[in-house]
């Protein structure tokens, strides 16, 4: 038996896989309103939740094979707050029994230093962008609307340039391993946005080139 | 020519019997009608605390009812109308009439010249004769054309009013509205290039200068197409070695997993 693969590698002494289903999609800018409208209708009554993210994606290549990849995500609105240090595998998209893509993620808080100990550990980073935007939660559902900026000079996140005219909306469930029930609510949830934003199971490898 | 005359007295008698026959039906009509209203202002007045919403509502079913069958009445063919009946007074006089007081259960105790106007009107109330005369002058004063235009300016409104009700989620919901005129809310594009920029950094300013990796596949390997899917990396000796700034040897092993639901 090989060393257990990182993803199921125990965290803080459990060892539970978590998986995270996903479901996609855009909003244009003229129509966020009517988004957040509904959002705010459909979900859990809560305080508007709002955020300003700055990610670093690390790679970490070898002399083959593929590179290993980290994405440390940090709050430009509360500098003291964690870092956050994330996993994903990769996605599942070929199942049509299932509504949702599902991919393993490793979620795991971390202190400032993130970046010089990825740097350390031989990680260089990627690419980075800047994520502003709403967070909105319905059970274990999580909506998130953001607008994405590219970082024009690296490191400098006053500097920043939005990517498109749209928000993207992302409907993610983090769910044990073969829980795929949580994506027939997904699906009932993402019928109910129609036709303001179609969310959809997106296969991001498609979008490689 | 006693022929004619026979027949016209016998025709004659016809429509008094026929006459006389939907007068006391409209009688017996009425009364029902006022037995039941009078239960009703009964039950108001006196059973009004334990009156359920419910038996009102029967109450004004009943009532209603016996209106609809007494109007059912009066356009019956057969009825003779009543309108070519003329009723004239005969006799007034100030003096109490203990006859009249019962038939109309002590509501009418005389019959004298100052009610007989009010109980055998066949005008409507002087307040409202007024309203009705003054209504009718203007109607003289205004010319036929202005009258015409202010008809057509009516229908306009009417129609109008009309096309709105008939359309009720137009313009009243901006949303809607925008809604139907087919105006995206969304654009594939967009998406696709968003969900490229989270995945892959598409779009983004790439920081690293360009490495062994191709740069066709910056990101995660080629896994959709081909069969092999989990990939799993382990990074050995990058844990026991302080300071090493690169780790010694990275394996990295795909796995092909048969058992996967990616390849049923």
Redesign the interface.
Same mark, same amino acid.
């Given at each position: 038996m090989?060393?257990p693969?990182?993803t199921v590698m125990p965290v803080t002494g459990g060892t539970i896989n978590m998986m995270e289903y996903l479901l996609?999609?855009?909003?244009?800018d003229?129509?966020l309103e009517?988004?957040l409208?509904r959002l705010r209708g459909l979900c859990d009554n809560m305080e508007p939740e709002t955020f300003i993210d700055h990610e670093l994606?690390y790679?970490?290549?070898?002399?083959? !094979?593929?590179?290993?990849?980290l994405r440390a995500r940090h709050s430009l609105s509360h500098p003291t707050v964690p870092w956050h240090l994330r996993y994903l !595998?990769?996605p599942?998209?070929?199942?049509k029994s299932r509504h949702a893509l599902v991919r393993n993620c490793l979620d795991v808080a971390a202190s400032h230093s993130l970046p010089d100990f990825l740097n350390?550990?031989?990680f /260089?980073?990627?690419?980075?962008?800047v994520a502003n935007g709403h967070i909105f939660r319905r059970g274990a559902l999580k909506v998130v609307v953001s607008k994405?900026s590219?970082?024009?000079v690296?490191g400098n996140t006053d500097n920043t340039e939005r990517?498109?005219?749209?928000y993207?909306v992302e409907l993610s469930v983090l769910a044990p391993a073969g829980q795929d029930t949580v994506s027939d609510d997904m699906r009932s949830f993402a019928e109910q946005l129609k036709?303001?934003?179609?969310l959809?199971k997106?296969?991001?490898?498609?979008?490689?080139? | 020519m006693s022929k004619c005359r026979l027949k016209c007295r016998s025709k004659q008698q016809r429509e008094e019997k026929q006459l006389e026959a939907s007068v006391d039906s409209l009688i017996s009509r009425v009364a029902h009608l006022k037995s039941a209203l009078h239960s009703f202002i009964y039950k108001l007045e006196n059973e009004f605390e334990r009156l359920e919403w419910p038996s009102v509502l029967d109450n004004f079913a009943l009532v209603s009812g016996q209106l609809n069958t007494i109007n059912k009445l009066l356009r019956n063919e057969k009825t003779p109308s009543f309108r070519n009946q003329v009723i004239i007074p005969l006799e007034l006089s100030p003096d109490r009439d203990d006859e009249l007081a019962k038939l109309t259960e002590q509501r009418v105790p005389v019959f004298s010249h100052e009610i007989v106007p009010d109980h055998l009107r066949t005008k409507p109330d002087p307040e409202v004769e007024e309203q009705e005369k003054q209504l009718s002058a203007e109607a003289a004063r205004i010319g036929p054309e202005v009258a015409q235009k202010q008809i057509q300016t009516l229908n306009k409104l009417c129609s109008n009013l009309l096309e709105k009700l008939n359309n009720p989620r137009d313009d009243r919901d901006p949303?809607t509205a925008a809604?139907r005129q087919n105006k995206?809310?969304?654009?594939?594009a967009?998406?696709? #290039?968003?969900?490229? #920029?989270?995945?892959?950094?598409?779009?983004?300013?790439?920081? /690293?200068p360009p !490495?062994?990796?191709a740069p066709?596949?910056?990101?995660? !390997?080629?896994?959709?197409?081909g069969g092999p899917?989990?990939?799993?990396?382990?990074?050995?000796g990058?844990s026991g070695q302080p300071g090493g700034?690169?780790?010694s040897s990275?394996?990295?092993?795909?796995k092909s997993a048969s058992g996967h639901?990616?390849n /049923?």
């Amino acid at each position: 038996m090989e060393a257990p693969p990182v993803t199921v590698m125990p965290v803080t002494g459990g060892t539970i896989n978590m998986m995270e289903y996903l479901l996609q999609g855009s909003v244009l800018d003229q129509a966020l309103e009517s988004l957040l409208h509904r959002l705010r209708g459909l979900c859990d009554n809560m305080e508007p939740e709002t955020f300003i993210d700055h990610e670093l994606v690390y790679l970490l290549k070898g002399q083959q !094979g593929n590179p290993f990849i980290l994405r440390a995500r940090h709050s430009l609105s509360h500098p003291t707050v964690p870092w956050h240090l994330r996993y994903l !595998g990769q996605p599942e998209v070929g199942d049509k029994s299932r509504h949702a893509l599902v991919r393993n993620c490793l979620d795991v808080a971390a202190s400032h230093s993130l970046p010089d100990f990825l740097n350390e550990m031989g990680f /260089r980073m990627d690419h980075e962008f800047v994520a502003n935007g709403h967070i909105f939660r319905r059970g274990a559902l999580k909506v998130v609307v953001s607008k994405l900026s590219r970082v024009l000079v690296p490191g400098n996140t006053d500097n920043t340039e939005r990517l498109s005219l749209s928000y993207l909306v992302e409907l993610s469930v983090l769910a044990p391993a073969g829980q795929d029930t949580v994506s027939d609510d997904m699906r009932s949830f993402a019928e109910q946005l129609k036709p303001l934003v179609h969310l959809e199971k997106i296969d991001p490898s498609k979008q490689r080139h | 020519m006693s022929k004619c005359r026979l027949k016209c007295r016998s025709k004659q008698q016809r429509e008094e019997k026929q006459l006389e026959a939907s007068v006391d039906s409209l009688i017996s009509r009425v009364a029902h009608l006022k037995s039941a209203l009078h239960s009703f202002i009964y039950k108001l007045e006196n059973e009004f605390e334990r009156l359920e919403w419910p038996s009102v509502l029967d109450n004004f079913a009943l009532v209603s009812g016996q209106l609809n069958t007494i109007n059912k009445l009066l356009r019956n063919e057969k009825t003779p109308s009543f309108r070519n009946q003329v009723i004239i007074p005969l006799e007034l006089s100030p003096d109490r009439d203990d006859e009249l007081a019962k038939l109309t259960e002590q509501r009418v105790p005389v019959f004298s010249h100052e009610i007989v106007p009010d109980h055998l009107r066949t005008k409507p109330d002087p307040e409202v004769e007024e309203q009705e005369k003054q209504l009718s002058a203007e109607a003289a004063r205004i010319g036929p054309e202005v009258a015409q235009k202010q008809i057509q300016t009516l229908n306009k409104l009417c129609s109008n009013l009309l096309e709105k009700l008939n359309n009720p989620r137009d313009d009243r919901d901006p949303e809607t509205a925008a809604m139907r005129q087919n105006k995206p809310s969304f654009n594939p594009a967009d998406t696709m #290039a968003l969900v490229g #920029a989270v995945a892959f950094g598409k779009g983004l300013s790439k920081c /690293r200068p360009p !490495g062994p990796v191709a740069p066709g596949h910056p990101g995660q !390997g080629p896994m959709m197409s081909g069969g092999p899917t989990l990939q799993q990396v382990t990074i050995g000796g990058a844990s026991g070695q302080p300071g090493g700034k690169m780790p010694s040897s990275i394996k990295t092993n795909i796995k092909s997993a048969s058992g996967h639901p990616y390849n /049923r």
